[in-house]
């Protein structure tokens, strides 16, 4: 079993950053991918960025060269620095993990890029 919590949301202005912190804790040795997603009410769960455990990143278009993921394996820990903040990031941001064959969630914590 693997627990999530996220931390580092919060109200940003249009145009700032904020870093958000995902720790994964439980009776783990080594975590495949790690990611974050977003979702907006009544919408559905998008990928945001992933990195492998090899370091390969993946990113959604609408935010590269914005955002950019990282993970410290030995802390068991993925960040996702996020800049030039716009008002369509406001969303709530789930950290995913995957571990072995199953995938675990956190709670979410949300941004809000006001304008």
């Known amino acids: 079993q693997v627990q999530l919590v996220e931390s580092g949301g919060g109200l940003v202005q249009a145009g700032g950053s904020l870093r958000l912190s995902c720790a994964a804790s439980?009776?783990?040795?080594?975590?495949?991918?790690m990611g974050w997603y977003r979702q907006a009410p009544g919408k559905q769960r998008e990928l945001v960025a992933t990195m492998t455990s090899g370091g390969s990143t993946n990113y959604a278009d609408s935010v590269k060269g914005r955002f950019t993921i990282s993970r410290d394996n030995a802390k068991n820990m993925v960040y996702l620095q996020m800049r030039s903040l716009k008002p369509e990031d406001t969303d709530v941001y789930y950290c995913?993990?995957?571990?072995?064959?199953?995938?675990?969630w956190g709670q979410g914590t949300q941004v809000t890029v006001s304008s």
């Open positions: 439980g009776s783990i040795s080594r975590i495949n991918t």
């Open positions: 995913n993990v995957n571990y072995g064959s199953q995938y675990y």
